[in-house]
C-alpha cells in the first residue's frame, strides 16, 4: 500500500510542481501567457478537456473490470501485484488533467475555465486514495 501512496501523494507533488514552474515562467517573462481566446489557446483547452473527459471514466472503468476478474481469483501474490499495478493506473489516468489543468490555467494567465477542471480532476483524485479496506472491497466477489 506505501507503493500506491507514493504514486497518489506523487500527483499532488507533481501538480505543485506544474503550479510553481508556470507560475515562475509567467512571472519572470520566459514565456508569455495565452490568450484562452486565440488559436492555441483554445487548441489547449480543447487538449485538457478531451483528456479529463475520455481519463477519468476510462480510468474508473478499466479499474474496476479488472477488479472483477481478480475478484475470480484465488488470493495471491500475483492477484495483489495486479491490483497495484491496476489501482496505480488508475491515479494516474483519473488526476492527469488536474496537473496539466493547474498548469494551463497559469500558462493563460489565470483562465478560470482550466482551474475548474483541474479541481473537477482533483475530486476525481481524491476518491482513488489507495487503502486496504477499499482494496479488500474491491477485490470481493460481486454479490448478485
Known sequence: MKRLNFYYYGMLVLAVVAAT????????????????????????????ILDAIVSMP???WLHKRVCTRLA?????????????VSAARRI???????????AAFYLMGGYQSMLWLAG????GWYFTKPTE????????????
Open 58 to 60: 476510462l480510468g474508473l
Open 72 to 84: 475470480q481469483q484465488e488470493e495471491s501474490e500475483e492477484r495483489t501485484q495486479a491490483y497495484y
Open 133 to 144: 479496506k477499499k482494496m479488500y472491497l474491491e477485490l470481493q466477489p460481486e454479490q448478485y
Open 120 to 123: 473537477i480532476s482533483a475530486i
Open 21 to 48: 514552474v508556470t507560475y515562475f515562467l509567467i512571472m519572470k517573462d520566459i514565456v508569455l501567457p495565452i490568450n484562452p481566446l486565440s488559436v492555441p489557446g483554445q487548441v489547449i483547452q480543447y487538449i485538457i
Open 92 to 102: 494516474f489516468m483519473v488526476s492527469n488533467a488536474m496537473v496539466l489543468g493547474i
